[in-house]
């Protein structure tokens, strides 16, 4: 799933990235070192700091429900200038995700 404001005066200015990451391959336990509170408590969240690179500030996240069996990798990438104003957005799409099988609907 990917988000992205397409209010923006130029394009590419905010986009979100969101998938499943069953294998880990995007968790790394030493650069997700800050706990970051969601809105659901069966999901435990880490944020790893933003970082700049070029002209886009990226800002991941990874999310693992209570039992471990679903894993999300979440990559926000902000051009830099707007990171600030994009930031508390961001942590709110972040905040309200929940993980939800079919069956649990």
């Known amino acids: 799933v990917f988000i992205t ?3 923006a005066e130029e394009r590419g200015t905010m986009t979100i990235f969101i998938k499943l990451d069953m294998e880990n391959k995007d968790y790394r336990a030493e650069d997700f070192k800050t706990e970051f509170k969601m809105n659901d408590s069966t999901l435990s969240t880490f ?3 933003p970082k700049s690179e070029g002209a886009y500030t990226f800002y991941k996240f990874y999310i693992f ?3 471990g069996t679903e894993k999300l990798s979440i990559d ?3 051009k830099k200038q707007f ?3 994009y930031k508390d957005q961001i942590e709110a799409v972040v905040r309200s995700i929940r993980i939800r099988k079919k069956d649990q609907l």
Request: aromatic residues 6%; proline residues 0%; hydrophobic residues 35%.
């Open 76 to 78: 926000a990438q902000v």
């Open 5 to 7: 404001d397409t209010t």
């Open 83 to 85: 990171f600030e104003q």
């Open 65 to 67: 429900n209570k039992l």
């Open 47 to 49: 944020l790893k700091e």
